[in-house]
């Protein structure tokens, strides 16, 4: 377990001067005070609003002790340190999906993370455990490009263009569970950064082509790792009506070996090679690490590309005096800074600002979470329905089967 803190201070990297976050210290204040509050789960009890660092800390710390081994709390890499604080375990999404598949004791999976890996959990969970998302308002951008209509649709006109019979469709996590069950029901797989060339080869080897959803950047980042020409991977435009081959020819499509959903991640998306010119000209020895959801232009000027957990694990492993410039979530760059104090690890982009959405699992949400479960009560439980959960465990146990 992590020591708990309850205070997150976001600090920009003496070391880099100007090349660091220059977002404000964020610490912990009361719900109320959060510039977005408006805009979050609406339904949290007023008696949480107002409570402030030291009160959360106890009330979470407290209902940690009465439910003892009755809670696992698990946190994503890209949650604020005050939830870290408490996090159990932590991980990319694969890990804790994993995680989530290998662990019944817990009868409450505490998952602060956003839905669409809470939802993963529920379904590779045992059926005596619950899965509990602290703020429902906590989603994803990316998430949300793919909505399951416009994929049914897309796949529909893939179907009558006749391009679906030699195509795999292949799902990032970073999806809704009915996408991970279409994705299933058609032979395909889910996918995460830590293992997208392993299932596009699985892929690969029992189909010509894959649609490859929501994520246009790690789905171009990863054919091109594996050698697929550029203009064998086509972008396929989702807003587009009906009929109109998601702004491709029939050509296009027939040649291609990679169908690639317009979507994005607003956070990685803001990471340029100009940033990267500037970190090389102050330090010429540092290495440039990025996530592939990054731009294509991005990764490839970039030195290493991969996982958050294959960018805390190369800086974890490098030696004292090693400099690194981080291309992905700031609260994950400024908290291998601070586990990395012999090394210099600063974030390419002068004003990123943390992923907004998994920011919205404020410390008060979790205690409210907790405390409601002392009490007896299960707030925000992520319940896949049966119909779904069936084929989107398909997919996702395709992807844990591959070695
Ligand atoms: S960092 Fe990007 S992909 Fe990850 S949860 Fe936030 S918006 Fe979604």
């Known amino acids: 377990m992590t020591e708990q803190t309850g205070t997150a201070t976001l600090v920009r990297p003496d070391a880099a001067p100007g090349l660091g976050c220059e977002a404000d210290a964020i610490v912990t204040v009361p ?38 081994t009755r809670l696992i709390i698990l946190g994503h890499h890209y949650q604020r340190e005050d939830i870290i604080a408490f996090a159990d375990y932590r ?40 899965v509990i998302l602290p703020n429902m308002a906590a989603g994803c951008s990316m998430a949300d ?15 009558e263009l006749g391009i679906a019979q ?35 080869e699985w ?26 020409p550029l203009e064998q991977m086509v972008l396929w435009g989702w807003a587009r009506p009906y009929g109109s081959m998601g702004g491709r020819t029939l050509d296009e499509l027939q040649q291609s070996r990679i169908i690639l959903w317009a979507g ?19 330090y010429p020895d540092i290495t440039v690490i990025v996530h592939p959801e990054c731009r294509f232009e991005t990764v490839q000027a970039a030195d290493l590309n991969g996982s958050t957990e294959f960018i805390a694990r190369t800086i974890g ?17 400024s908290r291998l ?12 982009d002068p004003v990123v600002c943390p992923c907004s959405t998994m920011y919205r699992v404020h410390p008060a949400y979790l205690a409210w979470v907790l405390d409601s479960l002392v009490e007896g009560r299960v707030v925000n439980q992520i319940v896949v329905p049966d119909e779904v959960r069936g084929p989107a465990k398909l997919a996702l146990d395709r992807m844990l089967a591959i070695p």
């Open 31 to 68: 719900l109320t005070e959060e510039r977005a509050f408006a805009y979050w789960q609406q339904d949290i009890p007023a008696e949480y609003w107002a409570l402030d660092a030291a009160q959360l800390t106890q009330r979470v710390a407290e209902a940690r002790r009465t439910l003892g």
């Open 91 to 130: 991980g990319d999404s694969f890990k804790l999906a994993r995680w989530a598949a290998e662990h019944g004791e817990s009868e409450y999976i505490v998952f602060c993370g956003v839905h669409f890996m809470a939802e993963a959990a529920d379904i590779l969970s045992q059926p005596h455990q619950k």
């Open 145 to 159: 490009m793919a909505d399951p209509d416009d994929v049914y649709n897309a796949w529909a006109e893939l179907e």
């Open 166 to 200: 030699d195509t795999l469709p292949v799902t990032y996590m970073n999806s809704a569970a009915s996408l991970k069950a279409f994705v299933g029901e058609r032979g395909g797989a889910v996918c995460t950064s830590s293992n997208a060339t392993k299932v596009l």
């Open 203 to 228: 892929a690969f080897a029992q189909k010509k082509r894959v649609l490859f959803f929501p994520d246009q950047h790690l789905g171009r980042n990863t054919g091109y790792k594996m050698g697929v």
């Open 264 to 282: 994005h991640c607003s956070v990685h998306q803001r990471f340029t090679p100009q940033q990267i010119a500037e970190a090389r000209q102050r």
């Open 317 to 333: 492993e490098a030696p004292a005096g090693s400099k690194f410039a981080v291309g992905t979530e700031i609260n994950l760059v």
């Open 337 to 348: 800074a601070k586990e990395n104090p012999d090394k210099v690890v600063f974030c390419l």
